[in-house]
């Protein structure tokens, strides 16, 4: 099978002058990459008439898709909308069901509408209009012989969702027919991208069709297998045979599928074994927190945490005794051990997990050197604890300490050994 | 004044298939414009000749200067070096000083060099060599007409050397005399854009040569001011007559300059007078603590934070009454005023901030529906409350609680009044 062409541009000033990091376009290249594109080209152009009609104008000629994204705001340098216009040779209208979800919008949240609002509700004639339940701009799509083009807006999060729902799914009719195709992403960690190329290299020979790719989502890995049949039932059978293979090789280092992540993953274990859980925090300030509670529905197992950024606040909240401190410090295995103790202690639960170390970038000393990092999980049948080094800033050794902490806790309640070093 | 034109490509499968995000092109935007040139296009090409060939025309037809990073490693995937030769019409030949370099840069760090190596000390006849002290791929520059190509690893930590001392030094020489520009960026919080734009349309009226750009970084906004003028004294009496004008309009919005978050410029506040704090949070699970403790040099005035999401964690944390969770709900004002005021006693600081509410998705009624959520400060003068009604997922509604909150911190400490609402 061919892989179609596709480009992606971002329109504005704010990313050209370099406010913004152009994140929005590895987003769309690795989905649509997921989705069996190639993509050819990212541009990105200024709020200028000129420069965006010439983008237009070079990605028409070069590829079957044009992922657009910005412009769509309600104030003067957003001209996306009559850009496209003035491109595909129409005029501009107001949609009337548009401009009425907008007015809804902000009547729910007591916000006054300004005049230039009324900008969003306006699309170019033969547009098809792309909901934006998140924002007030929503996308549209248009499209001249074979080419395709999708209008989105910048803000990410609106973008995503809007390229989930609306521009995927209408991309999959795109693709040749009598060709199928059938994909999965594996998610994994504690093994480094290199490691991983290396051991699967020849995961998927004799499967023919199937090809793998790896990425980095920090701090996990993803794994890519897309298979291609003359059936859908021929690549999904092909797809599933490399997967197993996969996961035979991996192990318990594969989390699962790849839009769940391993917060998501923990809190499913917790909740189906009814184990709960509450946490302790230094160094990572309340990140492991955070992440666990950003899954919805955690309140049925998570039940509460400690950020104790003070010896004191050690003391007093997780009972670790002024002596421990003393002699070991606050960044030591005997006070991550006690903390992890404390906290499942008092808050009667069954798992206590605790994270105390030196996230930088001053505090570190020889013996200590930033990055030092002690996770313990306090469990019924005792406490574990790990001594890790991390390197990089503070908010590196951060995530890093909060990942670990999710993946012990996903490897106790499995039932497994963590060896507490990368693979 | 007339900018001159610049254009930034970068070569590299791995830009285009969305597994690193280009942060080269920011970085280097973000420079170019400091130093007074406009760029109109970022482009992102494929490790393909044709392409990068299509990319150089293009550049030169438009800009007077292109920038480019990647493929002048060793492998064979890296051929920019061989399509430079190719653009610009000549053969390439080894460079014995620089080949003389890299076999010294191999011996220093006892590592073998391999053949493949040899690749990076060849260069298009003309070139000029652009010296590479962190790595093994020198960079180069060329020209055609008034046209300059530089081309530069793509490595972050040695493209940046080589732009800070080569490039940049070089383009200054290219600028006509007596033209300059200054920029300033300022950090909003509590006023959407287009109310900013509304409020600021006319701010620059009446001075020549200012222009007035406004971003999102949710959920905080940026005013981008840039000045040109005849000096660079010119240039920036200008912008800051420009921002002088906008901090009298916009009053207590203006955070700051934009490089420091609010939480950095609460952190600043709290360091300055001497104020410690302590966190209570339900709703946004730690994330509160989070973004506090990003900031480097924290437990200097954070002392602690509770993620209580148990009715049991409310009241043995902070003493928050049983009778009061029955009679008015964990999602109450009572509640939040009795968080706020447990943890300033328990942590024994002077500013004590609790958030309690719905994030979703589950668990909002008709009468404390999903996004409300009460916020209170307690300070040695009193506590106060705000009721809030936010809008969207769980992770939206953690970011806006956190960050009225930090915002809530900042305007008590600066001795404000906050009206609960947003401009």
Redesign the interface.
């Known amino acids: 099978m061919e892989t179609l062409a596709a480009e992606i541009i ?1 329109i ?12 929005n ?7 649509l ?1 997921d989705a069996g594109w190639r ?8 709020d200028v008439e000129a ?1 965006i009609l010439q ?1 237009f104008r ?1 990605a028409e000629s070069r590829a079957r898709v044009a992922i657009v994204t910005g412009g769509l ?5 957003d001209i996306t909308s009559a850009c496209a216009a003035r491109f595909f040779g129409v005029e501009r209208r107001l949609d009337e069901a548009v401009l009425a979800g907008i007015q809804a919008f902000f009547e ?5 509408m ?1 005049e ?2 009324r900008n969003q509700a306006m699309f170019p004639e033969g547009a098809v209009v792309l909901p934006n339940p ?1 924002g007030t701009a929503p996308g549209f799509r248009m499209a001249r012989a074979d080419r395709h083009f999708f209008f989105m807006p910048g ?1 990410p ?1 609106e973008m995503k969702r809007m390229m989930e729902h609306e521009v995927l799914p209408f991309l999959e009719g795109l693709l040749p027919p009598g060709s199928h195709q059938s994909t999965v992403l594996l998610r994994v960690f504690g093994i480094g991208e290199s490691r991983l190329d290396e051991r699967l290299s020849d995961a998927a020979a004799g499967v023919p069709g199937v090809t793998l ?1 790896f ?2 989502d920090f701090p996990e890995n993803l794994i890519r297998i897309v298979a291609e049949g003359t059936s859908a039932d021929e690549a999904q059978e092909r797809r599933d045979g490399v997967r197993a293979e996969i996961e035979a090789r991996l192990g318990d280092l594969v989390i699962g599928e790849s839009d769940r992540r391993i917060e998501a993953v923990v809190g499913e274990l917790l909740r189906e074994r009814k184990l709960r859980l509450a ?1 302790a ?1 230094s160094c990572s ?6 992440r ?3 899954v ?4 049925d197992y ?9 010896n ?2 050690k003391a ?2 997780l009972g670790v005794a002024e002596a421990l401190l003393e002699a070991h410090g606050a960044v030591s295995e005997p006070v991550a051990i006690a903390m992890a103790e404390g906290v499942r202690r ?3 639960v069954d798992l206590g997990i605790a994270i105390t170390g030196i ?4 505090g570190g000393t020889e013996e200590k050197p930033v990055g030092l990092v002690f996770i313990a999980l306090a469990t019924a049948e005792g406490t574990r604890a790990h001594r890790l080094q991390f390197f990089g800033d ?2 590196h050794i ?1 995530n890093w300490s909060a990942a670990i902490a999710l993946n012990m806790i996903r490897m106790h309640v499995l039932g497994l050994e963590w060896a507490g070093r990368f693979r």
């Open positions: 971002a504005g000033n704010e990313v050209l002058n370099g406010e913004i990091v152009n994140g376009a590895a987003y769309l290249s690795s989905r990459d993509v050819v080209r990212h541009t990105v152009v200024a420069d983008a070079e705001g309600p104030t003067r340098d729910r949240v007591h916000y006054p300004t230039n609002n998140l803000v999060r790719g990425r980095a946490t925090e300030g309340g990140l492991l927190a955070h666990l509670t950003n919805a529905g955690s309140s998570f039940e509460r945490g400690m950020v104790v950024y003070s004191e606040a007093a909240e008092a808050a009667g996230a930088g970038p001053a503070r908010e951060k």
